[in-house]
């Protein structure tokens, strides 16, 4: 986990995202923004949440929300997930690191006995002053669109 708190600044990102593109926080100040951090490109869960934010995403930009997943996975992973499931939300690829353990989600993790370092399923909500409106770390997929939909719709109110 990080030291980030609601009320601060956002941790400042540039990253390649699907279709050749490229996502800068700076560029997206004016806007509410749902960044969100998951493990892998075409697993369960990840799959899941993608298709759920995608299926929620025109009620998001109802409420003036962008919804960006960041994961390691490479822009070309991203396009083929992307295609394979008609995502529509902006995929960015964090293959460095550098972003996901800005936002304190890149942790040591569990599984079956065996430490290893992973990133932590974590949701940022940024406000249109850069700053962090609400943070959710370990987040279950069940819901948690909803969730963080109902905190978009309440700073557009």
Do not use: N
Not at 33 to 47: E, H, Q, S
Not at 68 to 90: C, N, P, Y
Not at 121 to 141: A, C, E, H, N
């Amino acid at each position: 986990m990080s030291d980030l708190k609601t009320g601060d600044l956002a941790p400042h990102f540039r990253l390649a995202t699907d279709g050749g593109g490229e996502v800068d926080l700076g560029e997206l100040l004016g806007k509410t923004i749902v960044l969100y951090f998951y493990p892998k490109d075409d697993t369960p869960g990840c799959t899941t949440q993608a298709i759920e934010f995608s299926k929620a995403s025109a009620a998001f930009a109802e409420a003036g929300a962008i919804i960006i997943g960041v994961s390691k996975d490479s822009v070309k992973r991203h396009d083929k997930f992307k295609a394979k499931h008609e995502l529509t939300v902006i995929l960015a690829s964090d293959e460095a690191g550098t972003v996901i353990e800005a936002y304190g989600s890149w942790i040591l993790k569990k599984l079956y006995g065996r430490e290893y370092m992973g990133i932590d399923r974590s949701t940022f909500l940024i406000g249109p002053d850069g700053r962090l409106v609400q943070i959710w770390y370990k987040v279950k997929v069940k819901g948690h669109v909803e969730t963080v939909l109902a905190a978009v719709q309440a700073i557009a109110r």
